[in-house]
């Protein structure tokens, strides 16, 4: 019984074999996903895995890479959005200043949109945070986002920054580099979150496990994430997975 909570399965990497990718994570007891939606051509895309597969659950939003090009209709849209049943969550949404695509200030503004339109239509909101850390937490604590909640994607912080986050009601994720030998940080944030907040997730194609680093990854690889983050906590495969899996439910309110 895995969970994962954060796929691009709608990739164009997995154009050629996307049934197969599916039917690889079912066989490895991937039980449910979430596919991520995040610009005008991903959100289409996303929702029709969703509509085809019933244990593929959407989130909606825009990512902070294409926040330039995001425009009032968008968020019209995601809104509309909100109303279908399989969407469950507004994302992924955040701060992003490795990739120099748009202005900080554009940043900031879409993420507080989204944060507010979150607040509006009752949905968690999926971060992305890239060498934000600061501006993050800062407008997530104006935009009262703990009223929603959420998931810390892909968590790269500390252990101190895990817990203000936890203080303001976000479940902390963990992908492919926890599993990475000389992930120091990663490691010590996992071992800190407490089980009833953790989850796992790939970001697949993207940031791939070991022992497959360096390969397009994808949704059954997140065995090996559930792997290393057992072996942190001291628990069996079984149980981090159950357990991460009932978050996960309880988190995108999937019954």
């Known amino acids: ?34 596919n991520i939606g995040f610009d005008r051509e991903t959100i289409p895309t996303t929702m029709k895995l969703a509509e085809t597969y019933d244990f593929i659950y959407a989130a909606v939003g825009w990512h902070p890479v294409e926040s ?55 949905k968690p909101i ?22 929603v909640g ?10 101190e920054t895990a817990q203000i986050c936890l203080d303001m009601n976000f479940y902390i994720s963990f992908g492919g580099p926890v599993t990475y030998k000389n992930a120091r940080v990663p490691k010590e944030a996992l071992a800190s979150v407490p089980l009833d907040r953790l989850l796992i997730e790939t970001d697949s194609p993207y940031l791939t496990p070991h022992p497959y680093r360096g390969k397009r990854n994808e949704s059954s690889y997140v065995s090996f ?24 439910k309880k988190c995108f309110g999937i019954v």
């Not at 072996?231 to 996960?248: A, D, P, Q, Y």
């Open 126 to 147: 999926v971060i992305h945070n890239r060498d934000a850390h600061e501006d993050i937490l800062t407008i997530l604590r104006e935009e009262k986002a703990g009223e």
């Open 68 to 122: 330039i090009h995001m425009t009032p209709q968008d968020l019209v849209w995601i809104e509309e959005l909100c109303k279908h049943p399989k969407v469950v969550a507004i994302g992924e949404i955040g701060l992003d200043y490795y990739w120099d695509t748009s202005p900080k200030e554009v940043q900031h503004a879409v993420f507080r949109e989204q944060i507010r339109l979150a607040r509006k239509v009752g």
């Open 225 to 248: 994430v559930a792997e290393a983050a057992a072996e942190i906590k001291g628990i069996s495969v079984e149980e981090l997975g159950r357990i991460t899996t009932e978050n996960g």
């Open 1 to 34: 019984m895995l969970f994962d909570t954060h796929t691009h399965l709608d990739s164009h990497k997995f154009d050629d074999d996307r049934e197969a990718v599916i039917m690889r994570a079912r066989e490895a007891g991937v039980e449910l996903m979430v």
């Open 150 to 159: 959420g998931v810390m994607h892909c968590f790269s912080g500390s252990p």
